[in-house]
């Protein structure tokens, strides 16, 4: 039985909190916290949890830098940003950190959207998706590089947001993206991703991916 987490959601706006709380709790159990020390405390003690909503701007401190603090215990948890002003500086960031982002004031369909693909993303345990990631990378031989890009489309950041965290051109991360899917024998990020999740779903070892003629590089 997949095991049900709880949503935890980092707000110093009582009246936006509650929001939250609101529809987040007919989904999973919610808890609201309003400060950076708050959600690391909740983040290190408590748990399992299902998805992360983040304020950008907390009294101690940035929402980014917590969300930065939480990658390294939850790699994969599913986050959505939250912020009140269109900064491209936050956004790019945000993106790097595999996140979503939304701008205030919320609207309860986008919200709704994140609860639904975070609920999803339960069925796959984030220890399991590792190692099959890793038993990937030892078979075909993937470059650290090459890794992060895998791990950068199972969390679905945007290609310019990848190609910016990497340092390099995006006309530099397409040949590397097509380098790895030689390796791997697949058409397309997606479609590698989707063998990499039904792998994780059926708790199977990891295995060279059979090529999708559909998807193109």
């Not at 609101?22 to 020390?37: A, D, G, I, M, W």
């Not at 701007?57 to 986050?79: C, F, N, Y």
């Not at 996140?99 to 205030?104: F, H, L, P, S, Y």
């Not at 998706?129 to 945007?158: F, S, Y």
Request: charged letters at 25%; aromatic letters at 4%.
């Amino acid at each position: 039985m997949v095991a049900r987490g709880a949503f935890l959601v980092v707000e110093d706006d009582p009246s936006v909190g509650r929001m939250l709380r609101r529809v987040l709790e007919r989904f999973r159990p919610t808890s609201v916290v309003s400060t950076v020390r708050a959600a690391k405390k909740a983040l290190r003690t408590g748990g399992p949890w299902t998805g992360l909503v983040v304020d950008i701007g907390l009294p101690d401190g940035s929402g980014l830098d917590l969300v930065a603090k939480a990658r390294t215990r939850h790699p994969l948890l599913p986050v959505l940003v939250l912020t009140g002003l269109y900064d491209p500086a936050y956004i790019n960031r945000s993106h790097a950190l595999q996140t979503e982002v939304a701008c205030k004031p919320i609207t309860q369909a986008d919200l709704v959207g994140f609860v639904q693909r975070a609920i999803a993303f339960e069925r796959v345990p984030e220890r399991r998706l590792a190692r099959l990631v890793d038993e990937l990378a030892r078979e075909v031989a993937l470059t650290p590089n090459e890794v992060e890009i895998v791990a950068a489309a199972l969390a679905d950041v945007p290609r310019a947001a990848l190609a910016e965290q990497l340092a390099v051109s995006e006309n530099t991360l397409k040949t590397r993206v097509r380098n790895l899917l030689g390796k791997t024998s697949q058409g397309s990020l997606d479609a590698l991703v989707k063998q990499l999740l039904r792998e994780a779903l059926a708790g199977g070892e990891a295995t060279k991916p059979v090529a999708d003629p559909k998807w193109e590089a």
